[in-house]
């Protein structure tokens, strides 16, 4: 049986797999609701996050030529770049999120702490690296080799499908349409499920806190290109 008082996530038989909890954000979130309800993780999600991108940048830097990958700067630079990429953008989307609980606090609603939003956030975020993992394999398999791919490196996998072969699509449109992956799609249905069930409001206010999250998210993609030339010198990479 599961646990679900206090910390005791789990049973005694499965105590030896606390290491692996995070991952049941995939097949049982109500699981990791309870747990941020009553302590919310600080560490260990974030660190599964970085862990994770860190992979994902070092491999995709060292695919043909493994052993210059453990060499030195191979090995610190996406090290760095993973710490900060992460902790940026953790940090930036929480308080979106906790601004977001203010705004569309209902009478109904609980103000949930920014400790547990940050726990909330970084666990919904595994279904992110998740979907990088998806995409650098797929992109890694060259079934894109013959068309014209939206951005370098990055497999369409949600409305930007539409672009698939497409010599110069509008990268403003590009970005919008990019920004449906069903891997973001995935993580804001876990993330209002969660914030429905921390605070205690509503399916519709839930929603509208993770798409305030997804628009302003996007709105800072596009500023960022804009800002580059509005595409002349903005690349997607991995």
Not at 198 to 204: E, L, P
Request: proline share 5%; net charge positive; with cysteine.
């Amino acid at each position: 049986m599961w646990g679900v008082k206090g910390d005791q996530l789990f049973g005694d038989d499965e105590r030896k797999t606390t290491m692996l909890y995070p991952f049941l954000i995939f097949a049982e979130p109500k699981e990791i609701f309870n747990r941020i309800t009553f302590r919310a993780p600080l560490f260990g999600p974030p660190a599964y996050c970085t862990i994770g991108f860190f992979f994902i940048t070092w491999l995709g830097g060292c695919w043909t030529n493994i052993r210059a990958g453990l060499q030195g700067w191979s090995l610190l630079g996406p090290a760095i770049a993973s710490i900060f990429f992460v902790g940026v953008t953790s940090l930036g989307s929480t308080t979106i999120l906790y601004a977001a609980c203010g705004t569309f606090r209902g009478p109904e609603m609980d103000r949930p702490t920014y400790k547990k939003l940050f726990s909330l956030n970084t666990h919904c975020a595994f279904v992110l690296i998740l979907g990088e993992v998806v995409n650098f394999l797929l992109v890694r398999t060259g079934l894109t080799q013959y068309h014209n791919l939206p951005f370098p490196n990055r497999f369409p996998l949600g409305l930007d499908l539409l672009l698939l072969g497409a010599k110069e699509p509008n990268i403003y449109i590009a970005v919008f349409l990019h920004s449906t992956s069903v891997f973001v799609l995935w993580y804001l249905v876990i993330l209002a499920r969660g914030l429905k069930y921390i605070t205690g409001s509503s399916r519709v206010r839930s929603a509208a806190i993770a798409a305030t999250l997804w628009l302003l998210g996007v709105g800072a993609v596009i500023g960022i290109v804009y800002s580059t030339g509005g595409g002349t010198m903005f690349l997607i990479t991995m």
